[in-house]
T-cell receptor
Framework: AQKITQTQPGMFVQEKEAVTLDCTYDTSDQSYGLFWYKQPSSGEMIFLIYQGSYDEQNATEGRYSLNFQKARKSANLVISASQLGDSAMYFCAMRERTTSGTYKYIFGTGTRLKVLA | DTGVSQDPRHKITKRGQNVTFRCDPI?????LYWYRQTLGQGPEFLTY????????KSRLLSDRFSAERPKGSFSTLEIQRTEQGDSAMYLCASSLGVGDTEAFFGQGTRLTVV
């Protein structure tokens, strides 16, 4: 069963506008972490923002905010005031505990964002 | 702190050859992960180390793959008898292991098997 679902293969946004990238997740754990990463064409995965399952406030990091709706199991990324440099692949990820007691990160298939001038 | 470093950045090899990749994590990070990413997909988990102990291996890690992390510092990922299906980006990540912290990724090694 897919654990992280990103239903938008590609998105366009006008420069300076806000954009929401969708992410839903599936887990039976009570404690988990949700992350967003940006992957530009260079290939490096850049950490953007983190939300803990027990955090009551939505996480914010500069122009990035995470719209966390626990009951709906969604963790959408909102980018405000888009810039041309925001054009990249964006991955939603979940850190979950494995059956052996260790941890691993599970990624969605990503959303390619293109910011238009 | 120079971040997670991977070497080489690119590797082209002939089918059947062995290849080895290296990952140097952020120095104080005791958790290290290897991932594989094929075109148009998200990273897929391969294996996890806590210090020098390899605690988790994915079913994707066939017996042609082996990973080590001697002394709990750098790690190597070896692929023996490479196949064309091994062509992918191999990403290494490390994390502090205290609390629920993010993983920091290297720039990856892009493997092409011809």
């Amino acid at each position: 069963a897919q654990k992280i679902t990103q239903t938008q293969p590609g998105m366009f946004v006008q420069e300076k506008e806000a954009v929401t990238l969708d992410c839903t997740y599936d887990t039976s754990d009570q404690s988990y972490g949700l992350f967003w990463y940006k992957q530009p064409s260079s290939g490096e995965m850049i950490f953007l923002i983190y939300q803990g399952s027990y955090d009551e406030q939505n996480a914010t990091e500069g122009r990035y905010s995470l719209n966390f709706q626990k009951a709906r199991k969604s963790a959408n990324l909102v980018i405000s005031a888009s810039q041309l440099g925001d054009s990249a692949m964006y991955f939603c990820a979940m850190r979950e505990r494995t059956t052996s007691g260790t941890y691993k990160y599970i990624f969605g298939t990503g959303t390619r964002l293109k910011v238009l001038a | 702190d120079t971040g997670v470093s991977q070497d080489p950045r690119h590797k082209i090899t002939k089918r059947g050859q062995n290849v080895t990749f290296r990952c140097d994590p952020i120095s104080e990070h005791n958790r290290l992960y290897w991932y594989r990413q094929t075109l148009g997909q998200g990273p897929e988990f391969l294996t996890y180390f806590q210090n020098e102990a390899q605690l988790e291996k994915s079913r994707l890690l066939s017996d042609r793959f082996s990973a080590e992390r001697p002394k709990g510092s750098f790690s190597t990922l070896e692929i023996q008898r490479t196949e064309q299906g091994d062509s992918a980006m191999y990403l290494c990540a490390s994390s502090l292991g205290v609390g629920d912290t993010e993983a920091f990724f290297g720039q990856g090694t892009r493997l092409t098997v011809v």
